[in-house]
Structure formats: C-alpha cells, structure tokens
C-alpha cells in the first residue's frame, strides 16, 4: 500500500509542476490563474497522500509494537 502512496504522491508533484509551467507560459491573466488553481489542487493531494502514508506508517509500527510486547511482556513491578 505504501508503495501505490508514493506512487500517487509523485504523480501529483508531476502535475502540479507542470500545472505551474503551463501557468508560467500562459499569457492570458485568468487561464494562468487556472493553472496556478490547478496546481495548487495537486499539491493539496499530494499532502493528503503524505498524511495517509504516514499515519499508515504510524499504525504499523505501533501493530509491530504491540506484536513485540505480547512476545517478550514486561516483568510485573513490585508492590511498594
């Protein structure tokens, strides 16, 4: 799953940055304002994706966590 995140992550900085080129190029006011549009919408996605991936991350190593600790459980604490 991680793997097709980052897929879609980098599929959107690609886009975005040629959004910003095309917008670079434009000479028309509001089809640059478009683009600068555009680009910003796949920017907004590829952060999303980013949130996904690392939370994805987050719940695996907290899962690994567990896993760990229900092999090798802490020794119980003395009464003081």
Do not use: T
Request: glycine share 2%.
């Amino acid at each position: 799953m991680l793997q097709r995140l980052g897929d879609h992550i980098q599929n959107c900085l690609r886009r975005a940055e040629n959004a910003e080129r095309r917008a670079k190029q434009e000479a028309d006011p509001a089809l640059r304002d478009e683009y600068l549009e555009m680009a910003a919408r796949w920017m907004q996605l590829a952060r999303s994706y980013e949130f996904s991936a690392s939370l994805e991350c987050f719940l695996l190593n907290l899962e690994r966590a567990k896993a760990e600790r229900a092999k090798d459980p802490l020794p119980p604490r003395p009464l003081q």
